[in-house]
């Protein structure tokens, strides 16, 4: 028997479902040239020892092009390269809370590790990770904005936890903190009603996600 193709219509989320031929929802998909494909396989890594639970993922490339996972499970920081088996590259001295997620971030060739209960940690991509120069402040969510690491939710040591601030790095330089004219580094509080820092995104323009509002 021959298969009858599907057409499914352009992925438009914001389009109305009444008599359209857009998709409002895609699910289990990527993006591909020209629109979206099937999700891929999962691949089983053997060999693994995480230990569990794991509250935190990503994936950065080396200048080679290599690929290397991230896991941020417990105390520990695994990366893996290429789907080879994990190994240990960062484990904090002192246990951790399993309501702090890892987040990781990409910034000027480093991978940068986040966790509430931890100081901020970074290595060459795939390498092992050591807490970052120039007394970072801790944070629960990091993200890149232009030239510059931006975290959020943090507790900088001075003010104790401020769930509502974000502060970014110098231009270009994530071991540069504090109010710094000349490298263009500094902090600012959103506004309370907000809620937490939930994340920051953006390229030219960053947008500050926190629980009840955006900026």
């Given at each position: 028997m021959r298969p009858i193709p599907i057409p499914f219509g352009p992925w438009k989320p914001d389009q109305a479902t009444f008599q359209s031929d857009a998709l409002t929802d895609a699910l289990n998909v990527v993006p591909v040239p020209g629109g979206y494909g099937p999700s891929y396989d999962f691949n089983l890594v053997d060999g693994v020892s995480l230990t569990p639970p794991i509250v935190g993922a990503a994936v950065f490339s080396d200048t080679s092009d290599a690929r290397f996972i991230y896991a941020g499970a417990g105390d520990d920081i695994y990366v893996s390269n290429n789907?080879?088996?994990?190994?240990?590259?960062?484990h904090n001295s002192t246990a951790l809370?399993?309501?702090?997620?890892?987040?990781?971030?990409r910034f000027v060739g480093l991978?940068?590790?986040?966790q509430l209960g931890a100081q901020t940690v970074s290595g060459d991509i795939g390498q092992t990770m050591t807490a970052l120069d120039g007394s970072p402040p801790r944070a629960k969510t990091i993200g890149v904005v232009g030239d510059f690491l931006v975290l959020g939710d943090l507790d900088d040591g001075i003010d104790g936890h401020r769930p509502n601030r974000v502060r970014w790095s110098g231009f270009r330089d994530p071991e540069t903190w504090g109010t710094n004219i000349g490298a263009q580094s500094d902090f600012n509080d959103m506004p309370d009603?907000?809620?937490?820092?939930q994340g920051v995104v953006g390229r030219?323009?960053?947008s500050v996600f926190q629980r009840y509002?955006?900026?």
């Open positions: 789907g080879a088996v994990f190994s240990s590259k960062y809370s399993d309501l702090n997620t890892w987040q990781f971030a991978a940068i590790a986040v009603e907000g809620g937490a820092v030219e323009f960053g509002s955006i900026s």
